[in-house]
């Protein structure tokens, strides 16, 4: 992780809590400069890098693999989830993310929803998890994650 501390303002960062652990996600986005930020889509998700922090050293250290569990990235709230909790809905050591550049937001008519999807740290791979567009004009999308209950 050398010269992380080098800030790229193109990427979004967030801290997570997985298994006691902190982890850094970055999602690494490629910008484009000739487009107008009303024009979507004005950036490129292209991958993400996981990082744990080891306390003794003070030290990022990469992470490659969630194991069962699965991380779920926006503007509203990031968390980790064991996958087999929601195993109709969730896979287990993906990322899912969504739109979360809200400057172009509050009723600029600016459609939200095209940085949206799951990103598989086995494969690599960005696929979509939702079918369309949001086109909501007012708010990026945001995650509601319920509650589990016990049957």
Not at 77 to 87: G, H, N
Not at 107 to 122: C, H, P, Q, R, S
């Amino acid at each position: 992780m050398d010269g992380w501390l080098e800030l790229n303002f193109d990427n979004k960062r967030y801290l997570v809590e997985w298994l006691g652990e902190l982890l850094l996600v970055i999602k690494c986005v490629r910008k484009d400069k000739d487009i107008d930020w009303r024009q979507l889509p004005m950036y490129e998700i292209e991958e993400f890098e996981l990082y744990k922090l080891d306390f003794t050293n003070k030290k990022w250290e990469e992470v490659n693999n969630l194991g069962e569990y699965c991380l779920i990235l926006g503007h509203n709230t990031s968390v980790s989830i064991l996958a087999s909790d929601y195993s109709d809905s969730l896979q287990k050591n993906c990322i899912y993310f969504m739109h979360d550049f809200t400057a172009g937001c509050s009723g600029t008519k600016t459609i939200m929803g095209y940085a949206m999807g799951v990103f598989d740290l086995e494969d690599r791979r960005i696929r979509p998890h939702y079918k369309g567009i949001s086109t909501c004009f007012y708010s990026p999308p945001l995650w509601f994650i319920p509650t589990l209950t016990m049957k």
